[in-house]
């Protein structure tokens, strides 16, 4: 598939598994129509890159501001974590457009909504960590994330 292909290329990782990037941009309202796919949907990846997002973020914040204190660091990571920061992640780095979505949930305006787009970039930050490990998840992560820390602050 093209798109998949122009997502490696956008997320600066060519996978070993493109599955799981196929995975990670499937909505479940697209794996509902299309029963005869395999490939499965995001949401236990959404789980998994959650999680990944959390300590990439984490610990970046850390590294980054060594005068900020227990409450300052977790205030930042939240912004930084919150679904309409990742929303905007997700569409700057084309997840949003490559996104699979069933029929009724496109023509509701399921691309452009926030919780399908954070849901996906946290999908596809899983895709990345068991595809390229932590180093994957740092590498597409961080340069997004300077620039909105940077205006949060």
């Known amino acids: 598939m093209n798109d998949i292909d122009t997502l490696q290329t956008t997320l600066g990782h060519r996978f070993e598994d493109p599955r799981l990037l196929q995975s990670a941009i499937t909505h479940p309202s697209y794996t509902n129509e299309h029963p005869e796919d395999e490939i499965g949907d995001n949401q236990r990846l959404e789980f998994l890159g959650d999680a990944a997002l959390d300590f990439v973020i984490g610990a970046w914040v850390f590294r980054r501001y060594p005068s900020f204190d227990e409450g300052q660091m977790t205030r930042l990571r939240a912004a930084l974590v919150r679904t309409e920061t990742l929303a905007r992640f997700a569409k700057e780095s084309g997840i949003g457009e490559a996104l699979l979505l069933g029929r009724g949930e496109e023509e509701a305006g399921g691309r452009h ?17 068991l595809d390229g490990g932590l180093e994957a998840v740092e590498a597409f992560v961080e340069p997004l994330v300077k620039p909105a820390a940077k205006k949060i602050l």
């Open 113 to 129: 909504r926030d919780a399908n787009l954070c849901d996906a970039f946290e999908a596809v930050v899983g895709a990345l960590y």
